[in-house]
């Protein structure tokens, strides 16, 4: 089954839309995902005919952004309805910026007290390696090139 997204916070729903609060910032800032608190009715519901499927179009009514704390709580709460869901965590592969509990399963820690770290992604390495043609510097810290 699919569902569609509807939103027009316009006119005389204008106030429902909660986003016009932030409007410059997302003009100013428009990278990176936010979060916020949403209210949604169905909209309609149609036939696909030649698929033998129903859509549902579900209408956004009322948006808030929220930032801070609150945002890390609509964070919280997304990641766990959706483990709910799929099983599947929101959380990506432990990164060495990760805190760890020590003793606990997510330490990494050998018995020298070291730490493995991860390799670096390819975004990773492109990212230094732009960094450091930037900078004046040899694109890799060995001076070379990719091969």
Partial sequence: MAVKLSAQLTGENRELNGLNLIEQT???QPRGERYAVVRYAVKRVSD???EGVHVATAKIVHIEPVDGAV????RDILAERYKDRTGKS????PTLFDSVVPGGEQDDEQDDGEREVPEASAEELMAERDERKAAGLPAFSDGGEPA
């Fill in 48 to 50: 696909e005919i030649d």
């Fill in 71 to 74: 945002a890390d709580r609509v």
């Fill in 90 to 93: 929101l959380d990506g592969d």
């Fill in 26 to 28: 997302l003009i100013d």
